[in-house]
């Protein structure tokens, strides 16, 4: 008898342990944490470079998200654009929580993103004083003489080159900053940049409105701003929980008081649109 139960022991022993293998959401549920990555992109998600506290509205709205759950919020990580899908396989972090979306598009393929929080317009801007494109926007920016500044991989980038093709893009490594950007233009290392107007706004207050937007009322491009997740079976309970505690913001009224600061700039311009309900008309 002995014999058989030391042989049922060691057959267990053999048997492979990664289908055991603890899930995103049940550990999440056991801890009572959520472990999040970020990447600094004011006024979305910020850091105080001496307080070191965090601050925007993805930080406000993933803080809401946690109370409703009753999950602690660990902000774990800063990301680089373009180390998104690395950072997730790393499993140092659960997903990637503040100012993310498919803002790259050639990680979708092993992203999947959560139900959008909001949407965000992107516009042309170009320096303050500079009439060149103020008429005939399109064919005056897609000439051979003229520079898009924009981020290595990042979706304006791709807007520019499908939209003018004739222009030069001024690359900014992955590891810069958004604000590089903007500073191309206004040091004149380029002409165009392709941006939304709350970011725009944060920037020009700091930098004596050195930018404008180009006479346009429809936006170049829109992207969700959503919450990331590594794709793999394991990752759905977890995503269904966070996609789940959205709807729960959006339907209870919550979202629009986290919301509500960040939606008008000084000029009364809307700063992003907020998702429709499926019950209204």
Not at 173 to 190: F, I, R, S
Request: neutral net charge.
């Amino acid at each position: 008898m002995k014999i058989k139960i030391i042989a049922f022991l060691l057959t267990l022993t053999l048997i492979p342990t990664s289908g055991f293998a603890e899930s995103t959401y049940d550990r999440v549920v056991r801890t009572g944490v959520i472990k999040c990555g970020y990447m600094l992109w004011p006024p979305y998600f910020d850091r105080d470079v001496n307080t070191k506290k965090f601050s925007g509205m993805n930080y406000d709205y993933v803080e809401a998200l946690g109370s409703n759950l009753n999950l602690k919020i660990d902000w774990a990580m800063e990301i680089n654009l373009g180390d998104q899908v690395e950072s997730l396989r790393s499993g140092k972090i659960d997903a990637i929580c503040g100012s993310e979306g498919p803002v790259m598009p050639s990680t979708t393929k092993y992203l999947t993103y959560s139900t959008p929080m909001i949407y965000v317009p992107f516009y042309l801007y170009a320096r303050n004083g500079d009439s060149r494109f103020d008429k005939d926007t399109y064919n005056a920016i897609n000439q051979n003489d003229i520079r898009i500044s924009s981020i290595d991989g990042d979706v304006s980038g791709q807007t520019a080159r499908i939209l003018f093709p004739k222009v030069k893009t001024v690359s900014i490594p992955q590891l810069g900053t958004p604000n590089q950007m903007m500073m191309d233009v206004e040091g004149k290392k380029a002409d165009i940049v392709i941006n939304e107007p709350l970011s725009m706004y944060e920037y020009c207050k700091h930098n004596k409105n050195a930018l404008k937007k180009i006479n346009s009322n429809l936006p170049v491009v829109i992207i969700p701003n959503t919450l990331s997740f590594l794709t793999n079976n394991e990752s759905l309970t977890f995503i269904n929980m966070m996609n789940q505690a959205i709807e729960n913001l959006k339907n209870s009224g919550e979202e629009v008081i986290i919301l509500t600061p960040y939606l008008k700039i000084p000029s009364g311009e809307t700063s992003f649109y907020q998702t429709a309900q499926p019950y209204t008309e």
